[in-house]
């Protein structure tokens, strides 16, 4: 490597160096709870939103929130993905049943 490939490795790893010294305690769990949400697969052909709202439910109870002051929702064919059931197109049926019924009505 030359001198000029130091300095920009240098001049690129500084800023960050800096920034997360800077940080504030509140601020650093701010970052490590924004950090566990987006290494959560979410999306909605593989991921799973309820493992996000599951991770986020731990961390208010461990903040000292009881089990009463949340509940977390989640569709039916949550649990049949998990095992192993329930295609796409059912999933999306089963999640808002009165959509169909909507679109059906004329609308």
């Excluded at 924004?34 to 991921?47: F, K, P, Q, W």
């Amino acid at each position: 490597m030359n001198a000029s490939g130091i300095c920009l490795l240098a001049v690129s790893v500084v800023p960050h160096i800096a920034i997360a010294q800077s940080l504030t305690p509140e601020q650093k769990v701010l970052r490590e709870v924004y950090r566990e949400l987006v290494e959560i697969n979410t999306t909605d052909s593989a991921g799973d939103t309820t493992q996000a709202a599951r991770a986020m439910a731990a961390r208010l109870k461990s903040a000292g929130f009881s089990d009463s002051d949340m509940q977390v929702i989640f569709p039916r064919w949550t649990e049949e993905r998990q095992s192993g059931g329930a295609a796409q197109g059912k999933r999306r049926q089963e999640a808002d049943p009165a959509a169909g019924a909507h679109r059906g009505a004329g609308g």
